[in-house]
């Protein structure tokens, strides 16, 4: 059974940052995994991914040039390095896994979620 533990949110000011930790267990080297976000009363959204081969990264246009995804393996853990936040980044920030996924930046195409963690950045 995939189980995904992020931490390392927080409340943080505008331009100031945050790196997020994503342990995951129980899947195997065929495991795509993603990171995403949901603010109160919008959609989950693809924030971003590295492939399984960590030859490539992805971002959403928001985050690009403001957020890193780095993996260490030997740690099972992805990361989140998240630098000059702003309000607009407030959300619970998902880690998603799944086997086999077409279009990575759908929710759907994910089965298995962390709890989340919640990022706050005040106005």
């Known amino acids: 059974q995939v189980q995904l533990v992020e931490t390392g949110g927080g409340l943080v000011q505008a331009g100031g940052s945050l790196r997020l930790s994503c342990v995951v267990s129980g899947g195997t080297s065929t495991l795509y995994t993603a990171w995403f976000r949901q603010a109160p009363g919008k959609d989950r959204e693809f924030v971003a991914r590295?492939?399984?081969?960590?030859?490539?990264?992805d971002y959403a246009d928001s985050v690009k040039g403001r957020f890193t995804i780095s993996r260490d393996v030997a740690k099972n853990t992805e990361y989140l390095q998240m630098n000059s936040l702003i309000p607009e980044d407030t959300a619970v920030y998902f880690c998603?896994?799944?086997?086999?996924?077409?279009?990575?930046?759908?929710?759907?195409?994910?089965?298995?979620w962390g709890q989340g963690t919640q990022v706050t950045v005040p106005y």
């Open positions: 998603a896994a799944a086997y086999g996924v077409r279009v990575y930046t759908r929710p759907m195409e994910y089965n298995y």
């Open positions: 590295m492939s399984r081969t960590g030859s490539t990264t």
